[in-house]
């Protein structure tokens, strides 16, 4: 038996769909620096993520960095050439992307509940602060989390921060999430476990990481209906 006191959620592509708003953007991004210069040849989706990740540590995560770093590197790529007109669309891609709607992922209301109902849990999302407020609000979910910890970065002080809080061990928390990198890997580096759940789509920062393929604290399901059981495997001693 483990003796498992606290379940964290991811929000973003694990509770509600994300990435393929900011995929759809990078195609509206690409349409209109391609008037400028050809795509392939520039590599600009590429270009695009070298940005976004020499900006993170100063715009963050989120819609609101992802879009000051298109501007950044349109001017780039172009040389300056980019008219104001198309830097006023990419600042409209940004802003239609901050108001997405909020798809919940099928079955996961009822598999939060389901384990709310046996464990505390917490939600531990990252990103704009404003912006996932806002998406928190319009899921409908909130009721579900009697704690919600929006924070800038997801590495091991984040989690151990949360963890003293809670005044509990890693090895009592298990993190639900999508991303090796951000909700799985911090926890169990700590001592903690983790349920990977993935999305359809993961952006090119988050498929870094540095856990072994078949890590002994990490169990992973295919959907939200598999969650609850997955938890109870982990606490039962049936994983690890």
Same mark, same amino acid.
């Given at each position: 038996?483990? *003796?498992?006191?606290?379940?964290?959620?991811?929000?973003?592509?694990?509770?509600?769909?994300?990435?393929?708003?900011?995929?759809?953007?990078?195609?509206?991004?690409?349409?209109?620096?391609?008037?400028?210069? *050809?795509?392939? *040849?520039?590599?600009?989706?590429?270009?695009?993520?070298?940005?976004?990740?020499?900006?993170?540590? $100063?715009?963050?995560?989120? $819609?609101?960095?992802?879009?000051?770093?298109?501007?950044?590197?349109?001017?780039?790529?172009?040389?300056?050439?980019?008219? %104001?007109?198309?830097?006023?669309?990419?600042?409209?891609?940004?802003? %239609?992307?901050?108001?997405?709607?909020?798809?919940?992922?099928?079955?996961?209301?009822? %598999? $939060?509940?389901?384990?709310?109902?046996?464990?505390?849990?917490?939600?531990?999302?990252?990103?704009?602060?404003?912006?996932?407020?806002?998406?928190?609000?319009?899921?409908?979910?909130? *009721?579900?989390?009697?704690?919600?910890?929006? $924070?800038?970065?997801?590495?091991?002080?984040?989690? %151990?921060?949360?963890?003293?809080?809670?005044?509990?061990?890693?090895?009592?928390?298990?993190?639900?999430?999508?991303?090796?990198?951000?909700?799985?890997?911090?926890?169990?580096?700590?001592?903690?476990?983790?349920?990977?759940?993935?999305?359809?789509?993961?952006?090119?920062?988050?498929?870094?990481?540095?856990?072994?393929?078949?890590?002994?604290?990490?169990?992973?399901?295919?959907?939200?209906?598999?969650?609850?059981?997955?938890?109870?495997?982990?606490?039962?001693?049936?994983?690890?």
């Amino acid at each position: 038996m483990h *003796d498992i006191r606290l379940v964290g959620f991811d929000g973003d592509d694990t509770l509600w769909r994300s990435e393929d708003y900011y995929r759809s953007a990078e195609k509206r991004y690409e349409e209109i620096i391609g008037r400028y210069i *050809d795509l392939h *040849d520039a590599g600009t989706l590429r270009h695009l993520l070298e940005v976004e990740r020499r900006n993170l540590e $100063v715009f963050g995560y989120g $819609v609101k960095g992802m879009t000051l770093s298109m501007i950044e590197a349109a001017i780039e790529l172009t040389e300056g050439r980019i008219a %104001a007109r198309d830097l006023q669309k990419v600042v409209e891609i940004g802003r %239609a992307t901050l108001q997405h709607p909020v798809d919940l992922l099928d079955g996961i209301r009822e %598999a $939060v509940a389901e384990i709310a109902a046996q464990w505390p849990v917490v939600l531990v999302t990252k990103g704009d602060l404003f912006h996932q407020e806002a998406k928190i609000a319009a899921s409908g979910l909130a *009721d579900l989390f009697p704690r919600i910890e929006i $924070v800038s970065e997801k590495d091991p002080p984040t989690y %151990a921060r949360v963890l003293s809080e809670f005044g509990i061990d890693a090895s009592q928390f298990v993190m639900i999430g999508n991303s090796l990198r951000s909700d799985i890997e911090p926890v169990v580096r700590l001592g903690g476990w983790g349920v990977h759940v993935p999305y359809a789509i993961t952006w090119a920062h988050e498929a870094e990481h540095g856990l072994a393929e078949a890590h002994p604290r990490v169990l992973a399901v295919e959907a939200a209906p598999q969650l609850p059981e997955a938890v109870r495997r982990i606490a039962s001693g049936a994983a690890g």
